[in-house]
Nanobody
Framework: EVQLVESGGGLVQAGGSLRLSCAAS????????IGWFRQAPGKEREGVSC????????AYADSVKGRFTISRDNTKNTVYLQMNSLKPEDTAVYYC?????????????????WGQGTQVTVSS
């Protein structure tokens, strides 16, 4: 059974940092591209960052470039999202997603497997 479990969310003041983790099981992690998405109340789910399975190449939304860093540890079947200089507008439920691909996958419809989400709240 494919499972993705996010953790690391919480309440932080503006300017602070959080590191989200996405622990995967039930599939060959090395073969899967991973994405991070977020959804704020009343808004559509949006892509935040993604990382390929083959060469670890990454992509970021313009709104988080320079502040967020995605990485993966294939020995731990885990992907991380380091979030620095957090802003109130980063407040959302953050989801990780996985799909079998060697390349980067940006759009939500590219992904078959999703975690349950973790809440990130940034206070001003």
């Amino acid at each position: 059974e494919v499972q993705l479990v996010e953790s690391g969310g919480g309440l932080v003041q503006a300017g602070g940092s959080l590191r989200l983790s996405c622990a995967a099981s039930g599939f060959t992690f090395d073969d899967y591209a991973i994405g991070w998405f977020r959804q704020a109340p009343g808004k559509e789910r949006e892509g935040v960052s993604c990382i390929s399975s083959s060469d670890g190449s990454t992509a970021y939304a313009d709104s988080v470039k320079g502040r967020f860093t995605i990485s993966r540890d294939n020995t731990k079947n885990t992907v991380y999202l380091q979030m620095n200089s957090l802003k109130p507008e980063d407040t959302a439920v953050y989801y990780c997603a996985a799909d079998r691909s060697s390349g980067r996958l940006w759009w939500a419809y590219d992904y078959d497997y999703w975690g349950q989400g973790t809440q990130v709240t940034v206070s001003s």
